[in-house]
């Protein structure tokens, strides 16, 4: 079965500093989807990324940046700058294709890691 | 566009009264999910509709729980009767299409005393 490991419950970091969270993945698909979602204190889950399996190029946006490795079965995610509006819990989430029987059985979310930025 | 949209967005309730949650999809989207939120369980999935139609309810947690989707822009999940272990945070979300993103609601906050 799928599953999503997030190893840090929680992070703090100064303002301005570069803070990677990380997230490593089981499936037994070739074929699936990695998604990285924010739950800022407000509660809503918003979400930030979708990268499929056969795509390993990094991406980036603004201050946000992924490393997909699938040797690894990671996608973490890195912030650069960090802004105290940054502060949330980051969830990871896998979505199988294959062994889901070609359906969604919807995501398997990672248990979250807490972001704290100090001002 | 509006997003996902839930209600209510707070619920308190007494132990052994129905509670009914709502939702309404993105117009054009043709998967919802029902998602429940906790401290020791994290996010799990409950039930999901494809078309208005069930496709997987085996993380609805017992027969007390039961969801409906009787059309495209509305869906419900009811607790009856409703006990304390079931306050969570309850989401509703919705997709395009199955490998695409979720988009989820605000989540209604359940207490149940």
């Known amino acids: 079965a799928q599953k999503v490991t997030q190893a840090q419950t929680e992070i703090s970091v100064v303002e301005k500093e570069d803070v990677t969270l990380d997230c490593v993945y089981e499936?037994?698909?070739?074929?699936?989807?990695l998604f990285w979602y924010k739950q800022p204190p407000s509660g809503e889950l918003v979400f930030l990324i979708r990268r499929n399996s056969f795509d390993e190029q990094n991406e980036i946006s603004g201050r946000y940046s992924w490393n997909f490795q699938k040797s690894t079965s990671s996608f973490n995610f890195t912030i650069t700058a960090s802004q105290v509006v940054d502060s949330a819990v980051y969830f990871c989430?896998?979505?199988?294709?294959?062994?889901?029987?070609?359906?969604?059985?919807?995501?398997?979310f990672g248990k979250g890691t807490h972001l704290i930025i100090q001002p | 566009d509006a997003g996902v949209i839930q209600s209510p967005r707070h619920e308190v309730t007494e132990m052994g009264q129905e509670v009914t949650l709502r939702c309404k999809p993105i117009?054009?989207?043709?998967?919802l999910f029902w998602y429940r939120q906790t401290m020791m369980r994290g996010l799990e999935l409950l039930i999901y509709?494809?078309?208005?139609?069930?496709?997987?309810d085996s993380g609805m947690p017992e027969d007390r729980f039961s969801a409906k989707m009787p059309n495209a822009s509305f869906s419900t999940l009811k607790i009856q009767p409703s006990e304390p272990r079931d306050s969570a945070v309850y989401f509703c979300?919705?997709?395009?299409?199955?490998?695409?993103?979720?988009?989820f609601g605000q989540g209604t906050r359940l207490t149940v005393v």
């Open positions: 509709f494809n078309n208005n139609v069930p496709i997987d």
């Open positions: 979300a919705s997709s395009r299409g199955k490998s695409t993103e979720a988009f």
């Open positions: 989430a896998l979505s199988e294709m294959i062994y889901s029987g070609g359906g969604a059985d919807g995501l398997t």
């Open positions: 117009s054009g989207h043709d998967y």
């Open positions: 499936t037994r698909d070739t074929t699936y989807y």
